[in-house]
């Protein structure tokens, strides 16, 4: 018999329960490499960054990687927590915010939401 591998129950090991995916909200500073993409005088840059993982440490793992195959130099991050942890610390989040943390956790991905180039 075949079994369903969409089904929640059938795609958990034995005895675990799946954590959902969650968007977390991240700021990470980027150095400078060649074909960054950053602009010529920009010293570095600073992330703000959407992206969905069962935990805040699995979503830096992947937006580190992907920032790393973007030819991109990460830093620094910084984890501002869940939607629901920015909410109960008094946090306003605007639609197109909402919009964009949903993208992310539709899509499984990394979202770039802003690109604050630093000068000296």
Avoid: C, W
């Amino acid at each position: 018999m075949a079994t369903d591998e969409t089904h929640p129950e059938n795609t958990a090991e034995p005895g675990k329960t799946r954590r959902r995916q969650q968007v977390y909200t991240l700021v990470v500073e980027v150095g400078r490499k060649a074909g960054d993409g950053l602009p010529d005088k920009a010293t570095g840059a600073a992330l703000m960054i959407y992206a969905s993982g069962v935990d805040e440490a699995e979503a830096v793992r992947e937006t580190v990687a992907i920032l790393k195959q973007a030819d991109l130099a990460p830093l620094d991050v910084s984890g501002y927590g869940a939607l629901e942890e920015r909410e109960a610390a008094g946090d306003e989040i605007e639609a197109e915010e909402r919009a964009l943390m949903q993208r992310a956790l539709d899509e499984n991905s990394v979202i770039v939401a802003q690109m604050t180039p630093f000068f000296d």
